[in-house]
């Protein structure tokens, strides 16, 4: 079959499947064996999220941090509840995250806060359990910053990859200085 035939068949079966005059199976068996199998040039289906769903999201992590910051230093609640909202927040962005991932959407706010969280809550239980240990400190930042690094590895965000690295370099040095 002339290619030229070809290009106007998979675009008239792109538009059926964008307008639902046939069923999305349909369309992609269509699609595959217009294009040999061969799917580089056909978009892949997204489903859309509406708009009220990532604000509502995007609030939520929003409010977490500054709550999380109100929670631990300007309240009398008990460690344990603090605890348990902090990683209540801190499941919340991760959730979060999971979630605009896999709606491909940006996902950086998500992740700081998160990070932020879980740095909050290591350190208020480092200072809860080992109350005036420095060495306790310094391993539940050194483990926030391998989270930052792993963080920016996986997701190939430079800024969480060089907080991790400073933040284990001014770590070190200020057990030597």
Known sequence: MEQKRKEIIINEIKYWKKTRLLPEQ????LLALYTE???DDVERSTRQVPTWAIRATMAMIGICLPL???VIYFTE???????LILSLFVIICFIAVRFF??????THIALIV???SLLLLSIRASDFYF????????AAVMFNCFVWLLIGWRFSLMYFFISGVVGIILL???FFI
């Open 26 to 29: 349909y369309c992609d068996f």
């Open 37 to 39: 199998g061969n799917r």
């Open 68 to 70: 999380a910051l109100l």
């Open 77 to 83: 609640l008990s460690f344990v509840l603090q605890t």
């Open 101 to 106: 991932v896999q709606n491909k959407m940006l």
């Open 114 to 116: 998160g990070a932020l």
């Open 131 to 138: 109350s005036g240990s420095t060495n306790a400190l310094a």
């Open 172 to 174: 070190i040095s200020s």
